[in-house]
Protein backbone atom coordinates (compact mmCIF):
# COMPACT_ATOMS: atom_id res chain seq x y z
CA UNK A 1 0.00 0.00 0.00
CA UNK A 2 1.86 3.20 -1.28
CA UNK A 3 2.12 6.00 1.32
CA UNK A 4 0.41 9.49 0.73
CA UNK A 5 3.01 12.27 0.08
CA UNK A 6 2.56 15.41 2.10
CA UNK A 7 1.87 17.33 -1.06
CA UNK A 8 -0.74 14.68 -2.52
CA UNK A 9 -2.34 14.99 0.96
CA UNK A 10 -3.05 18.92 1.54
CA UNK A 11 -5.83 20.06 -1.47
CA UNK A 12 -4.54 22.50 -4.40
CA UNK A 13 -4.71 26.05 -3.20
CA UNK A 14 -6.69 28.20 -4.99
CA UNK A 15 -5.05 31.05 -7.37
CA UNK A 16 -5.56 34.32 -5.95
CA UNK A 17 -8.46 35.23 -9.09
CA UNK A 18 -10.16 31.90 -8.46
CA UNK A 19 -10.11 33.33 -4.37
CA UNK A 20 -11.09 36.74 -5.98
CA UNK A 21 -13.93 35.48 -8.11
CA UNK A 22 -15.22 33.65 -5.73
CA UNK A 23 -15.56 35.98 -2.82
CA UNK A 24 -17.03 38.52 -5.20
CA UNK A 25 -19.37 36.30 -6.39
CA UNK A 26 -20.32 35.60 -2.63
CA UNK A 27 -20.74 38.89 -2.02
CA UNK A 28 -22.67 39.91 -4.91
CA UNK A 29 -25.07 37.14 -3.78
CA UNK A 30 -25.46 38.55 0.01
CA UNK A 31 -26.05 41.89 -1.98
CA UNK A 32 -28.70 40.49 -3.74
CA UNK A 33 -30.41 39.28 -0.98
CA UNK A 34 -30.13 41.58 1.10
CA UNK A 35 -31.93 43.64 -1.66
CA UNK A 36 -35.37 40.90 -1.41
CA UNK A 37 -35.31 41.39 1.66
CA UNK A 38 -36.51 44.69 3.33
CA UNK A 39 -36.16 43.62 7.07
CA UNK A 40 -32.67 42.81 5.98
CA UNK A 41 -31.64 45.94 4.31
CA UNK A 42 -33.22 47.97 7.34
CA UNK A 43 -30.67 45.82 9.67
CA UNK A 44 -27.74 46.44 7.28
CA UNK A 45 -28.48 50.13 7.23
CA UNK A 46 -29.24 50.18 11.20
CA UNK A 47 -25.57 48.47 11.62
CA UNK A 48 -23.86 50.45 8.84
CA UNK A 49 -25.17 54.02 10.21
CA UNK A 50 -23.74 53.09 14.00
CA UNK A 51 -20.22 52.24 12.31
CA UNK A 52 -20.40 55.27 10.95
CA UNK A 53 -20.96 56.79 14.08
CA UNK A 54 -18.55 55.04 15.73
CA UNK A 55 -15.81 55.37 13.20
CA UNK A 56 -16.46 60.01 12.87
CA UNK A 57 -18.80 61.04 15.45
CA UNK A 58 -17.76 64.27 14.83
CA UNK A 59 -19.28 64.08 11.20
CA UNK A 60 -22.84 63.09 12.43
CA UNK A 61 -22.90 64.95 16.51
CA UNK A 62 -24.13 68.27 15.78
CA UNK A 63 -22.86 69.64 19.20
CA UNK A 64 -20.01 68.97 21.43
CA UNK A 65 -21.02 65.82 23.73
CA UNK A 66 -19.47 67.38 26.86
CA UNK A 67 -20.22 70.81 26.28
CA UNK A 68 -23.28 71.90 28.62
CA UNK A 69 -26.04 74.67 28.23
CA UNK A 70 -27.72 74.89 32.08
CA UNK A 71 -30.38 77.20 30.51
CA UNK A 72 -31.53 74.41 28.23
CA UNK A 73 -31.74 72.13 30.66
CA UNK A 74 -34.01 68.98 30.06
CA UNK A 75 -35.41 70.32 26.77
CA UNK A 76 -37.68 68.04 25.29
CA UNK A 77 -37.02 66.33 21.45
CA UNK A 78 -37.33 68.98 18.91
CA UNK A 79 -35.40 69.94 15.51
CA UNK A 80 -32.94 71.79 17.31
CA UNK A 81 -32.34 68.79 19.97
CA UNK A 82 -33.26 65.73 17.99
CA UNK A 83 -32.81 63.55 21.58
CA UNK A 84 -33.65 66.26 23.73
CA UNK A 85 -30.98 67.39 26.12
CA UNK A 86 -29.98 66.12 29.89
CA UNK A 87 -29.82 67.82 32.91
CA UNK A 88 -26.71 69.79 32.76
CA UNK A 89 -27.93 70.95 28.70
CA UNK A 90 -26.11 68.92 26.68
CA UNK A 91 -27.16 67.46 23.50
CA UNK A 92 -28.22 63.90 24.42
CA UNK A 93 -27.98 63.10 20.18
CA UNK A 94 -24.19 63.74 19.86
CA UNK A 95 -23.83 62.13 23.10
CA UNK A 96 -25.00 59.02 21.80
CA UNK A 97 -22.94 59.17 18.76
CA UNK A 98 -19.96 59.70 20.91
CA UNK A 99 -20.92 56.91 23.02
CA UNK A 100 -21.32 54.39 20.17
CA UNK A 101 -17.36 54.55 19.04
CA UNK A 102 -16.43 53.71 22.88
CA UNK A 103 -19.52 50.62 23.01
CA UNK A 104 -18.53 49.10 19.85
CA UNK A 105 -14.98 48.94 20.70
CA UNK A 106 -15.45 47.42 23.96
CA UNK A 107 -17.67 44.77 22.53
CA UNK A 108 -15.86 43.78 19.57
CA UNK A 109 -13.16 43.57 21.88
CA UNK A 110 -15.17 41.19 24.05
CA UNK A 111 -16.12 39.35 21.28
CA UNK A 112 -12.45 39.09 20.09
CA UNK A 113 -11.54 37.31 23.32
CA UNK A 114 -14.09 34.76 23.55
CA UNK A 115 -13.88 33.90 20.18
CA UNK A 116 -9.96 33.03 20.33
CA UNK A 117 -10.02 31.73 23.54
CA UNK A 118 -13.10 29.06 22.71
CA UNK A 119 -11.34 28.47 19.58
CA UNK A 120 -8.21 27.65 21.08
CA UNK A 121 -9.80 25.22 23.76
CA UNK A 122 -12.95 23.92 21.66
CA UNK A 123 -10.15 22.58 18.90
CA UNK A 124 -7.34 21.59 21.41
CA UNK A 125 -10.28 19.36 23.36
CA UNK A 126 -11.99 18.29 20.06
CA UNK A 127 -8.66 17.15 18.43
CA UNK A 128 -6.90 16.06 21.34
CA UNK A 129 -9.35 13.48 23.34
CA UNK A 130 -8.72 11.61 25.71
CA UNK A 131 -8.17 13.06 29.44
CA UNK A 132 -7.29 16.53 27.97
CA UNK A 133 -11.02 16.71 26.03
CA UNK A 134 -12.55 15.31 29.79
CA UNK A 135 -10.62 18.23 31.59
CA UNK A 136 -11.23 21.30 28.99
CA UNK A 137 -15.13 20.42 29.07
CA UNK A 138 -15.12 20.13 32.49
CA UNK A 139 -14.06 23.75 32.77
CA UNK A 140 -16.45 24.50 30.14
CA UNK A 141 -19.42 23.16 31.63
CA UNK A 142 -18.60 25.36 34.73
CA UNK A 143 -18.55 28.62 32.66
CA UNK A 144 -21.88 27.45 31.57
CA UNK A 145 -23.61 26.79 34.14
CA UNK A 146 -23.13 30.30 35.50
CA UNK A 147 -25.11 32.89 33.43
CA UNK A 148 -22.92 35.15 31.40
CA UNK A 149 -23.88 38.76 32.94
CA UNK A 150 -23.20 37.57 36.48
CA UNK A 151 -20.13 36.28 35.41
CA UNK A 152 -18.98 39.33 33.90
CA UNK A 153 -20.20 41.41 36.96
CA UNK A 154 -18.02 39.26 39.40
CA UNK A 155 -14.87 39.38 36.92
CA UNK A 156 -15.22 42.97 36.96
CA UNK A 157 -15.09 43.40 40.15
CA UNK A 158 -12.40 41.41 40.72
CA UNK A 159 -10.37 43.23 38.03
CA UNK A 160 -11.21 46.53 38.70
CA UNK A 161 -13.79 49.25 36.18
CA UNK A 162 -13.00 50.23 33.25
CA UNK A 163 -13.70 49.35 29.32
CA UNK A 164 -10.44 47.31 28.93
CA UNK A 165 -11.79 45.20 32.16
CA UNK A 166 -14.95 44.94 30.86
CA UNK A 167 -13.93 43.98 27.95
CA UNK A 168 -11.90 41.15 29.70
CA UNK A 169 -15.20 39.85 31.75
CA UNK A 170 -17.41 39.76 29.23
CA UNK A 171 -14.98 38.14 26.58
CA UNK A 172 -14.15 35.29 29.38
CA UNK A 173 -18.31 35.15 29.80
CA UNK A 174 -18.08 34.25 26.36
CA UNK A 175 -15.46 31.52 25.70
CA UNK A 176 -17.54 28.67 27.35
CA UNK A 177 -20.27 28.60 24.38
CA UNK A 178 -17.39 29.83 21.64
CA UNK A 179 -15.63 26.85 22.70
CA UNK A 180 -18.33 23.98 22.71
CA UNK A 181 -19.58 24.97 19.03
CA UNK A 182 -16.41 25.06 18.18
CA UNK A 183 -14.77 21.02 20.16
CA UNK A 184 -18.11 19.90 18.14
CA UNK A 185 -16.88 21.13 14.65
CA UNK A 186 -13.70 20.01 15.45
CA UNK A 187 -14.39 16.71 15.98
CA UNK A 188 -16.41 16.29 12.55
CA UNK A 189 -13.63 17.76 10.41
CA UNK A 190 -11.09 15.64 12.61
CA UNK A 191 -12.92 12.53 11.03
CA UNK A 192 -12.63 13.64 7.33
CA UNK A 193 -9.91 11.54 4.85
CA UNK A 194 -7.89 14.46 4.16
CA UNK A 195 -7.18 14.39 8.12
CA UNK A 196 -6.26 10.88 7.94
CA UNK A 197 -3.98 11.71 5.40
CA UNK A 198 -2.66 14.29 7.10
CA UNK A 199 -1.55 11.94 9.98
CA UNK A 200 -0.74 9.05 7.44
CA UNK A 201 2.20 11.59 6.52
CA UNK A 202 3.56 12.86 9.91
CA UNK A 203 2.29 15.68 10.28
CA UNK A 204 2.16 17.75 13.44
CA UNK A 205 -0.94 18.59 15.81
CA UNK A 206 -0.45 22.24 15.25
CA UNK A 207 0.46 22.16 11.91
CA UNK A 208 -3.30 19.95 11.44
CA UNK A 209 -4.63 22.16 13.39
CA UNK A 210 -4.32 25.44 11.88
CA UNK A 211 -3.54 24.47 8.55
CA UNK A 212 -6.83 21.97 7.85
CA UNK A 213 -9.13 21.66 11.33
CA UNK A 214 -9.44 25.37 11.88
CA UNK A 215 -9.77 26.81 8.84
CA UNK A 216 -12.59 24.11 7.89
CA UNK A 217 -14.38 24.32 11.31
CA UNK A 218 -14.62 28.16 12.01
CA UNK A 219 -17.66 28.71 9.91
CA UNK A 220 -20.38 28.09 12.43
CA UNK A 221 -18.53 29.72 15.01
CA UNK A 222 -18.31 32.76 13.16
CA UNK A 223 -22.03 32.93 12.95
CA UNK A 224 -22.01 32.43 16.73
CA UNK A 225 -19.81 35.43 16.90
CA UNK A 226 -22.55 37.51 15.36
CA UNK A 227 -25.23 36.56 17.80
CA UNK A 228 -22.37 36.93 20.66
CA UNK A 229 -22.01 40.54 19.51
CA UNK A 230 -25.38 41.11 20.17
CA UNK A 231 -25.22 39.69 23.55
CA UNK A 232 -22.28 41.25 24.46
CA UNK A 233 -23.44 44.62 23.27
CA UNK A 234 -26.72 44.28 25.98
CA UNK A 235 -23.91 42.75 28.52
CA UNK A 236 -21.67 45.69 28.37
CA UNK A 237 -24.29 48.00 28.03
CA UNK A 238 -25.93 46.34 31.48
CA UNK A 239 -22.64 46.63 33.13
CA UNK A 240 -22.24 50.09 32.18
CA UNK A 241 -25.62 51.06 33.46
CA UNK A 242 -24.46 49.55 37.23
CA UNK A 243 -21.48 51.65 37.26
CA UNK A 244 -18.31 49.27 35.85
CA UNK A 245 -17.87 51.65 32.96
CA UNK A 246 -16.30 54.47 32.04
CA UNK A 247 -16.95 57.21 34.97
CA UNK A 248 -18.65 60.87 33.63
CA UNK A 249 -18.96 62.47 31.84
CA UNK A 250 -17.75 60.16 28.77
CA UNK A 251 -20.21 59.23 27.15
CA UNK A 252 -21.42 55.61 26.94
CA UNK A 253 -24.52 53.93 26.17
CA UNK A 254 -25.10 52.17 29.18
CA UNK A 255 -24.32 55.31 31.69
CA UNK A 256 -26.58 57.50 29.69
CA UNK A 257 -29.29 55.10 30.22
CA UNK A 258 -28.26 54.84 33.90
CA UNK A 259 -28.54 58.96 34.06
CA UNK A 260 -31.78 58.66 32.23
CA UNK A 261 -33.71 56.69 35.11
CA UNK A 262 -33.03 59.07 37.38
CA UNK A 263 -35.63 61.41 35.25
CA UNK A 264 -37.52 59.32 33.63
CA UNK A 265 -40.94 61.00 35.35
CA UNK A 266 -40.39 64.27 33.65
CA UNK A 267 -37.65 63.94 30.89
CA UNK A 268 -38.46 60.52 29.50
CA UNK A 269 -36.33 60.98 26.15
CA UNK A 270 -33.15 60.52 28.50
CA UNK A 271 -33.97 56.97 29.02
CA UNK A 272 -36.49 56.41 26.13
CA UNK A 273 -34.13 57.12 23.03
CA UNK A 274 -30.32 55.75 24.10
CA UNK A 275 -32.38 52.46 25.43
CA UNK A 276 -33.92 52.49 21.67
CA UNK A 277 -30.75 52.94 19.89
CA UNK A 278 -29.14 49.75 21.96
CA UNK A 279 -32.71 47.62 21.27
CA UNK A 280 -32.32 49.08 17.37
CA UNK A 281 -28.64 47.40 17.03
CA UNK A 282 -28.96 44.83 19.28
CA UNK A 283 -32.17 43.30 17.03
CA UNK A 284 -30.24 44.39 13.55
CA UNK A 285 -27.19 43.12 14.69
CA UNK A 286 -29.30 39.31 15.46
CA UNK A 287 -31.39 39.69 12.07
CA UNK A 288 -27.96 39.54 10.15
CA UNK A 289 -26.39 36.73 12.30
CA UNK A 290 -29.78 34.51 11.40
CA UNK A 291 -28.98 35.68 7.75
CA UNK A 292 -25.79 34.07 7.83
CA UNK A 293 -26.70 31.38 9.53
CA UNK A 294 -29.61 30.48 7.11
CA UNK A 295 -26.95 30.66 4.50
CA UNK A 296 -24.02 28.43 6.26
Do not use: K
Not at 107 to 112: D, I, M, Q, Y
Not at 250 to 277: C, D, F, K
Amino acid sequence: MSTLTREEAEPLPLTYAARAIAVTGRLGTILGGVLRQPGLLLASLVIVTMLLWGLAPSAFAPYDPLRSVPSEALLAPSPLHLFGTDEVGRDLFSRVIHGTGLSLITTVVAVLIGLGGGCLLGALAGYAGGRTDSVIMRLIDVLLSIPMLLMAMALVTAIGFGPVQLSVAVGVALIGSTARVMRAETLRVSRAVFIDAERSVGAGTGYTLLRHVLPNAIGPVLVLSIIEFGQAILAIAALSFLGFGTPPPTPEWGSLVATGQRYMAGAWWMITLPGLVITAFVIAVNRLARQFERRG
